[in-house]
């Protein structure tokens, strides 16, 4: 049996089609080869950073070609931006996911359960980071910070200050063992000032945050993997002020547990919340035990799912149309009857 000519490597860095892999204790340029790059049927089947990948060394070890990209475990994904149908990877093989959230203006609960969907459908596990929290006063603060976690059912919500230095060894403990995470967030969330604090140093730029929306610039323009002293490994990520959900999975279901939980004790299995008799979710809403805002937020990406389902599918798109036709015909007819019985002849 001849020996593997390849040799394992993690990639550690993306931009704009350049990678870089760490292999052997040093980190190394590396490109596609072309039968790679001209074989993916999409984004998907090319390497993301976090990937295990098959490289040949070359340039007397300086420069490392990708050949393959080895299964995945997990991989973070997001709707491509500008309407597009294909997926966008963010990470892959990580077991969390750090959404990073400012407890200033950047503050967005609707923001936070999109993101906690994506983390869910990724085969990782959330950790929702609350920064900032020196810039809140006490009744503030706990009011924040318990919306976020009612948002957040099943994952650990942790806040932070980098002022003060409050959460950063809880965020530490959730990375330790060599765990691999993601961050996300918007642009001036933290999430660059959150990597200094982990990595002991100036790891990443950060940016001013303007006072009037607490909006940051993007001091992160390309995917990277740092190793942490704590042991673990953060791939940090362009901030993004829209996040367009790629749904792969039940992550809806999982970010909206107590939803689904209702849902179950509807009297009809595809009830839409909307008006059926016997709504679990309907009754729940009207004892006040369901926000109505969680609701409005559950029925939007729910719709977002299942326009992406339809779009992506050609036989959902087919049956879809089918619907829409049935639905129109019924209403002509309707509207035929009511002509006739006017006396409209």
């Known amino acids: 049996m001849e020996d593997d000519p390849y040799a394992a490597a993690l990639v550690t860095a993306e931009r704009k089609g350049l990678y870089t892999v760490w292999l052997d204790g ?5 490109v596609l080869t072309g039968k790679l790059l001209g074989g993916a049927a999409s984004r998907l089947d090319l390497p993301v950073v976090g990937d295990d990948v098959d490289v040949s060394l070359h340039d007397g070890g300086l420069k490392a070609v990708i050949h393959a990209v080895r299964p995945r475990s997990s991989l973070l994904l997001r709707k491509e931006l500008g309407g597009g149908l294909d997926a966008q990877p963010l990470a892959a093989n990580i077991g969390k996911v750090l959404i990073v959230m400012g407890l200033d203006g950047n503050y967005n609960i609707a923001r936070l359960e999109r993101l906690l969907v994506a983390a869910w459908d990724s085969g990782a596990v959330p950790v929702v980071v609350l920064t900032k929290a020196d810039l809140c006063g006490p009744d503030e603060l706990a009011e924040k910070t318990a919306a976020a976690g009612k948002a957040a059912p099943g ?4 806040r932070l200050s980098a002022l003060t230095g409050e ?10 063992g060599g765990v691999r995470c993601c961050v996300v967030g ?4 933290g999430k660059s000032t959150l990597l200094n ?5 100036e790891a990443a730029e950060t940016g001013a945050v303007r006072e009037a929306d607490s909006r940051g610039r993007h001091t992160t323009t390309a995917r990277q993997l740092y190793f942490l002293p704590c042991g673990g490994q953060l791939i940090d990520t362009p901030g993004v002020r829209e996040f367009g959900v790629e749904y792969s999975g039940g992550g809806l279901d999982a970010s909206f547990g107590d939803i689904a939980e209702l ?3 509807c009297r009809f299995k595809d009830c839409s919340h909307s008006g059926e008799p016997g709504c679990a979710v309907a009754a729940a809403l009207e004892a006040g035990t369901l926000a109505p805002e969680r609701l409005k937020s559950y029925g939007k990406l729910r719709r977002e799912t299942e326009r992406r389902e339809r779009l992506s599918d050609p036989k959902k798109r ?6 829409l036709r049935a639905f129109g015909r019924l209403q002509r007819e309707a509207e035929e009857r009511k002509r006739r019985l006017r006396g409209g002849g």
């Open 155 to 158: 994952a650990v919500t942790i």
């Open 197 to 201: 604090r982990l990595a002991g140093r």
């Open 186 to 189: 918007s642009s001036g969330a």
């Open 26 to 30: 040093r980190e190394l340029p590396a």
């Open 318 to 323: 087919l049956l879809a149309k089918r619907k």
């Open 263 to 265: 849902a179950a004790g």
């Open 167 to 176: 959460g950063v060894e809880k965020v530490e403990a959730e990375l330790a």
